[in-house]
């Protein structure tokens, strides 16, 4: 029974990550990861590096790699936090004037 669950997960992930890839075939953002961000950082709309890496539970290394690839593509913005010593993530004001995706 736990192998069927198992292999049941596997593929809805699979299938998630097949129809996501279409559904984006067009737009800026280019993996689920990107999307996953975008998604957390309309939720909190400024967040330090590692703290949207945690609130993904991915690996820093990974985390990091994301964002240099949000920012290259101006989908967020990165600039300095005066309240702490780091630096900040923040998604783009003018984002849904760029791309319909993730419009209200």
Do not use: C, H
């Amino acid at each position: 029974m736990n192998t069927d669950i198992s292999t049941l997960l596997v593929f809805m992930y699979r299938y998630a990550v097949v129809y996501f890839k279409k559904a984006l075939k067009e737009g800026p953002i280019n993996t689920l990861d990107e999307f996953s961000f975008l998604i957390v950082l309309m939720t909190y709309p400024s967040l330090s590096k590692t703290e949207l890496v945690q609130k993904l539970i991915m690996e820093k290394t990974s985390g990091i790699e994301v964002i240099k690839r949000l920012l290259k593509n101006e989908l967020i913005e990165e600039f300095d936090n005066p309240n702490y010593s780091i630096i900040s993530v923040s998604r783009m004001e003018n984002y849904s004037k760029r791309t319909n995706l993730l419009s209200d």
